[in-house]
């Protein structure tokens, strides 16, 4: 680990990293409804963004989104578990129109109100089945301050070229604690590119895809009939029952994410190190004690990797083949039920997959520690 | 594109369904007012209605039920041409379930129409009572008669400041007071008046809809607010947020050998935090890493306000403190909030106020008046205290912070000098 040697030391939050990284990729709007511990967010999306709106509830919040993405506008939000469950249909609405829009979900302790200000990763399981069919909608999850800067102008990437609302995962302590950080080593963000349609001729079909995905137009133009619609449809957005060609569209909305997420959205890293038998695995604040547990495994003079996934959902094929790597794998994720682990191997936790969770408080590195060795 | 905004007289709707009626007239009253068809976004709720959208030349927007209004009002504030004309479909149903989102558009004055399509039912579902459905009227979960008083749509829209709002008979030709509430600058709403022929008429019986719209207490009319439309005014914006995070220059020097954690904690209103901030800096000035993260009450304004640091020669990696290695506290709840892991300490420093009784602990106890200076400005205080006594940092690098924070002035600099020496 590097003594640092930058002269651009701040002290920042993950929060700021996040709106900044989002404005530069191209989001010009943020809906906002108060919620710790997201107001962070809120309150530098409300200085940063050409627009911001304050919301009602977070039902309009979406919706508010839904309208401005029709014309256009690249919106964001930021919310916890109570707003993202009032979210979820207009969520479902959104992909289903095939509208760009950017939530960051900050992970509180649940269930229900729970606790505001203690952090927790409790929503992945929930991520995981948000839309309904079991379609997935793609997961970043932020693992350090880098992330925050980096994922963040990605998941407005995904939003655009892929046509659908896209997560931010993250939790209270990155988006809220302070730290010192060379923000000269903060890469060049620039704006997304987003191309719409731009033939004169009178065919644009909404939902017609080119490989998977449709042209997008606004709704504010006046050449093109657009029509969006969350309802079962055709190319033409028309409602159908389940007629071959908009079950064919429905199809395509899950091939598209299943197919950008595996390869050209893989983001993840992984600190091999040779020899090593054993490997740590976590992601987002858990991520933080899995790095000081490696640092000191290794300083102790133990072989151990480090394995830390940006892209959650839908879960890359790839994880599996890289903790299969390893005779011990250990996952820390702040709950009670090794989410992540689930997800990759359902109800059936081999045996040498660990697992160290934690309810109302960060884990430790050393609770990390002590799992490798045990 | 020019010419008709509807594809055919033939909608999908049931025989004698009010629903033909307004769709014709809407269409109709746009006609009329010169606008092409994709001068206009038409946004649908779920609900009979809803299904007009293969029928319109339009842009056409259908979203989920009862949201129509808000995903009308998004589409509204991204739409700066005031040539296009933004037109919300609802029903009673709608209307009920998404309440929220219309007195929010009318209390904005957000440039859009909605037309409430009020049939006194959920026809869609199996002709249920809703909100709007007036009292005594039957529908298929009221057989004896609805036994609540139905909302006043028009009412409530008035009242959260809608520009324009009328309620109309929905029989004869209602294309005029269509376009009256098109030709709004801000929010108007249409209520017209139905029955549902399928479900209203059959289980109310050689009722009029006159009579009933009548005996709920409903008038025709218009209503309106002279309030201003809304237009997107945004204050200053920041152009680059890392400019609020100014870069510190490594210009001190400091004695720490290895990771330290520490906490600071104080009541609220005391500074607590603040003089956390500064430290932080002042440690990241000594060419160290930081990490600051603060805990306090829901109600920001009572209670305790503790702050967690880690500084650190190398990268502070996880930045959680169960028993810190020295501990700060300025006050009572500052030592409650903290007491257990003070106890825990079997080591370090506990600087404390000398008005408090020290816990039971492994940490050496150094006890100063650190409130002696005014409460507000314990913490800093005993930050300055903490670094004379220990040298981790030069005092002159929290001095230094202190003045390019601009908080030199607002603190009694040269008393808390003179009570170091004391
Ligand atoms: C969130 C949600 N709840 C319930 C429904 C079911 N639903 C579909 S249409 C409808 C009623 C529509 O009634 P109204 O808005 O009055 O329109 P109408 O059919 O009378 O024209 C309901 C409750 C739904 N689609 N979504
Ligand atoms: S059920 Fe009622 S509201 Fe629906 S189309 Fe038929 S008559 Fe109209
Ligand atoms: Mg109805």
Known sequence: MHEKNSNDQVLIDGSRLIIESLARAGADAFIGYPITPANLLYLYGSQRMDMMLPAPDEITTVQWMAGLSATGKLPVTATSFPGFALMSESVNMAHMMELPMVIVLVQRLGPATGTATCGAQGDMLLLNGVLSGGHPIPVLGTSSFEDCWTLSARALEIAVTQRTPVILLTSKEEVMTQKSFDIGSLGTISKVDRKWYDKDCCDYKPYKPTGLVPEFLPVTQTTHQVRLTASTHDQDGILQHSSPEALANTRRLEEKIRASMKEKYLFYQLDHQEGAEKLVTAYGISAAAAREAVRKLRRDGQKVSLFIPGTLLPLPPVYLEILSGYKKVVIAEENMNNQLGSLLYGQQMPENIHFVGSLGKMISPEEIQKEVMS | ?422
């Not at chain 2, 959920?122 to 609805?146: A, D, E, H, I, V």
């Open chain 2, 1 to 422: 594109m020019t010419g008709s905004m509807i594809k055919s007289q033939n909608l999908p709707y049931c025989k004698g369904c009010g629903h033909d009626l307004i769709a014709k007239s809407t269409t109709g009253a746009l006609e009329k007012l010169g606008y092409n068809p994709l001068d206009v976004i038409a946004v649908t709720d779920i609900g009979c209605h809803g299904i007009i959208d293969k029928c319109l030349n339009t842009h056409t927007v259908h979203g989920l039920h009862g949201r129509s209004v808000a995903l009308g009002a998004g589409i509204s504030f991204g739409t700066a041409d005031d040539n296009q004309k933004i037109v919300v479909f609802v029903g009673d149903g709608g209307t009920t379930i998404g309440l929220q989102h219309i007195m929010e558009a009318a209390r904005l004055n957000l440039n859009v129409t909605v037309v409430v399509h009020n049939n006194m039912l959920y026809g869609m579902t199996g002709g249920q009572s809703s909100g709007l459905t007036p009292r005594g009227f039957c529908t298929t979960t009221s057989f004896k008669g609805n036994p609540f008083t139905g909302y006043d749509i028009c009412k409530l829209a008035h009242t959260a400041g809608a520009r324009y709002v009328s309620r109309v008979m929905g029989v004869g030709d209602i294309t005029d007071a269509m376009m009256k509430a098109f030709d709004q600058k801000g929010f108007s709403l249409v209520e017209v008046m139905e029955i549902c022929p399928s479900y209203g008429v059959k289980l109310n019986p050689r009722r009029k809809l006159k009579e009933i719209v009548k005996e709920s207490g409903r008038e025709l009319g218009e209503w309106t607010n002279d309030l201003p439309a809304f237009t997107d005014r945004q204050g200053d914006k920041t152009a680059n947020l890392l400019e609020k995070t100014p870069v510190i220059e490594k210009r001190f020097n400091h004695q720490l050998q290895k990771p330290l954690s520490l906490v600071i904690s104080g009541s609220a209103g005391e500074g607590v935090q603040l003089a956390a901030n500064i430290f932080s800096k002042a440690a990241i000035s000594a060419g160290l890493h930081a990490t600051q993260k603060g805990s306090y009450p829901v109600t920001v304004g009572v209670g305790f306000s503790t702050a967690e640091i880690n500084v650190s020669p190398e990268e502070v990696l996880f930045h959680g403190i169960s028993v810190p290695d020295m501990a700060l506290i300025t006050s009572a709840d500052g030592l409650q909030h903290n007491r257990q892991r003070i106890e825990k300490m079997q080591g370090g420093k506990l600087f404390i106020d000398s008005s408090l009784t020290p816990p039971e602990t492994g940490a050496e106890i150094i006890r100063r008046d650190f409130r002696s200076v005014g409460a507000r400005n314990a913490a800093i205080h005993s930050i300055l205290y903490l670094c004379r006594e220990t040298g981790i940092l030069e005092e002159s690098s929290v001095y230094q912070i202190i003045e390019q924070e601009g908080k030199a002035d607002k603190m009694p600099l040269d008393k808390i000098r003179k009570a170091m020496e004391a």
